[in-house]
């Protein structure tokens, strides 16, 4: 079993920056892959980006690209996710994901182990 525990939402200013953390435990392997995704109020939740643990392989969905920027440290079994220049429209609860798989994808359903998110709120 692996439990990531998500942490560094919070409220900010529009154009402003956040640093999320995932921290995995547990029987994470370094063939995985870890995941952010978000949910906003009222929307389906979507993928943000992804990152293989084996190398520096990224994967961006494209409402993010050149504002985010997933990161890891396999010292510390932590991924995080950068977010500069912050629109209202990244308000959402984000999520950790771990998929149990090497493959990078932004499919939810290979995502097997969820943290409970964190709430970011971008406020104009």
């Known amino acids: 079993q692996v439990q990531v525990v998500e942490s560094g939402g919070g409220l900010v200013q529009a154009g402003g920056s956040l640093r999320l953390s995932c921290a995995a435990s547990?029987?994470?392997?370094?063939?995985?892959?870890m995941g952010w995704f978000r949910r906003a109020p009222g929307k389906e939740r979507e993928f943000v980006a992804a990152?293989?643990?084996?190398?520096?392989?990224?994967h961006y969905a494209d409402s993010v690209k050149g504002r985010f920027t997933i990161s890891k440290d396999n010292t510390k079994n932590t991924v995080y996710l950068e977010m500069n220049s912050l629109k209202p429209e990244d308000t959402a609860v984000y999520y950790c994901?771990?998929?149990?798989?090497?493959?990078?994808?932004?499919?939810?359903?290979?995502?097997?182990?969820w943290g409970q998110g964190t709430q970011v709120t971008v406020s104009l």
């Open positions: 990152i293989q643990l084996n190398s520096r392989r990224t």
């Open positions: 547990g029987r994470i392997s370094r063939d995985y892959v």
């Open positions: 994901a771990a998929s149990g798989s090497a493959v990078l994808t932004s499919i939810r359903e290979r995502y097997r182990y």
